[in-house]
């Protein structure tokens, strides 16, 4: 099946949001919680991604965060 120009412009403003929303701005990050050994990040609707897509939510390990503030 041939994709239409209409499926790649979509395509192409969903990597958009998704890269906008992740950039690494505090504003980007502001709702978060610890849940065990994880800080798990909760973007708002439309941040990274169509409400469609439900909620949005990124999860690190914190000694692998700990790990990686602390090389340089």
């Known amino acids: 099946m041939k994709k239409g120009k209409d499926d790649e412009l979509t395509k192409s403003?969903?990597?958009?949001s998704v890269k906008s929303?992740?950039?690494?701005?505090?504003?980007?990050?502001?709702?978060?919680?610890i849940e065990g050994d994880r800080i798990n990040f909760?973007?708002?609707p439309l941040q990274v991604a169509p409400q469609e897509f439900g909620k949005q939510e990124a999860g690190i390990y914190l000694n692998a965060l700990i790990s990686a503030l602390s090389q340089k």
């Not at 929303?21 to 919680?33: A, K, T």
């Open 13 to 16: 403003s969903l990597k958009d």
């Open 21 to 33: 929303g992740l950039n690494p701005e505090v504003g980007n990050f502001l709702v978060w919680y």
């Open 42 to 44: 909760v973007f708002p």
